[in-house]
Nanobody
Framework: QVQLVESGGGLVQAGGSLRLSCAAS????????MGWFRQASGKEREFVST????????AYADSVKGRFTISRDNAKKMGYLQMNSLKPEDTAVYYC?????????????????WGQGTQVTVSS
């Protein structure tokens, strides 16, 4: 089993930056792909970014491409999402998730373990 805990969310002004962290414990984090997803109030959970097991491959939703950067530090069992040029429409609960295989995926159903989420609010 893998336990995931997100942190780093908060309130930020439009145009600002925020870095989310995802601390993993248990399992074999270094062999698993991971991803970030978000869910705004009243909306479906949507894909944000994903990264393969060693960080060699990444993918981003069109809405965040060029503004967000996903990364990981397997030695520390940590995943990160650097968010720049934040917009009010980025406001959501952000979740990190881990697969049981090494290949990245943009589909929420492909992920087995999920954190509790961290709130990101971007004011206009």
């Amino acid at each position: 089993q893998v336990q995931l805990v997100e942190s780093g969310g908060g309130l930020v002004q439009a145009g600002g930056s925020l870095r989310l962290s995802c601390a993993a414990s248990g399992g074999t984090f270094s062999t698993y792909a991971m991803g970030w997803f978000r869910q705004a109030s009243g909306k479906e959970r949507e894909f944000v970014s994903t990264i393969n097991w060693n960080g060699g491959n990444t993918a981003y939703a069109d809405s965040v491409k060029g503004r967000f950067t996903i990364s990981r530090d397997n030695a520390k069992k940590m995943g990160y999402l650097q968010m720049n040029s934040l917009k009010p429409e980025d406001t959501a609960v952000y979740y990190c998730a881990v697969r049981l295989i090494s290949v990245m995926s943009t589909t929420p159903n492909a992920y087995y373990y999920w954190g509790q989420g961290t709130q990101v609010t971007v004011s206009s």
